[in-house]
């Protein structure tokens, strides 16, 4: 049994002799699996790079350009920056070990901001492109919440 990831599919390689049941609950263990294996994972600020030009063609034909993408620990209350003069990206090194595919919207809401500067109506337009961008967006408002909840000395989360 495998899973990986294929472009924006994920691909479960299961034995076919499985009843549903069975089916059903591998197809969630193998999920969590590749879940587990994502969020340890980190790239490198090269590969970071790699993957911005990847998304700048996938999703906006290779217009947005950056000189640079790296990982800062400087951000503590923004996911990400952009400096177009320079085309310079930033991302919160918070991101780290969260989906990819919430990584990947954060580099394409900053490489956005290479072509469009504000986030006006024909920003959020470039941004419907990418299929997950509401997803992402509730993934990291609920990170938000969560770091708003009170602590409770002792409490342990199961």
């Known amino acids: 049994m495998s899973a990986y990831r294929e472009g ?6 299961i034995p076919a002799r499985m009843s549903k049941a069975e089916e059903q609950r591998w197809v969630s263990v193998m999920l969590d699996k590749l879940a587990a294996q994502e969020s340890k994972r980190v790239l490198g600020d090269a590969e970071l790079t790699e993957r911005a030009e990847r998304l700048s063609a996938q999703y906006f034909d290779g ?3 950056p000189a640079s993408v790296r990982w800062v620990t400087n951000q503590n209350t923004r996911w990400g920056s952009c400096t177009p003069a320079e085309g310079s990206i ?19 809401h900053e490489l956005a901001h290479l072509l469009v500067p504000g986030h006006g109506p024909r920003f959020w337009r470039l941004l419907e492109a990418y299929p997950r961008t509401e997803r992402a967006r509730g993934y990291l408002e609920g990170v938000v919440a969560a770091d708003r909840l009170p602590h409770v000395p002792g409490a342990r989360s199961e």
């Open 8 to 13: 924006d599919r994920t691909v479960v390689l």
């Open 90 to 108: 930033r991302l919160s090194h918070r991101l780290q070990g969260m989906p990819e595919y919430v990584i990947d919207y954060v580099l394409l």
């Open 63 to 65: 217009r947005a350009r």
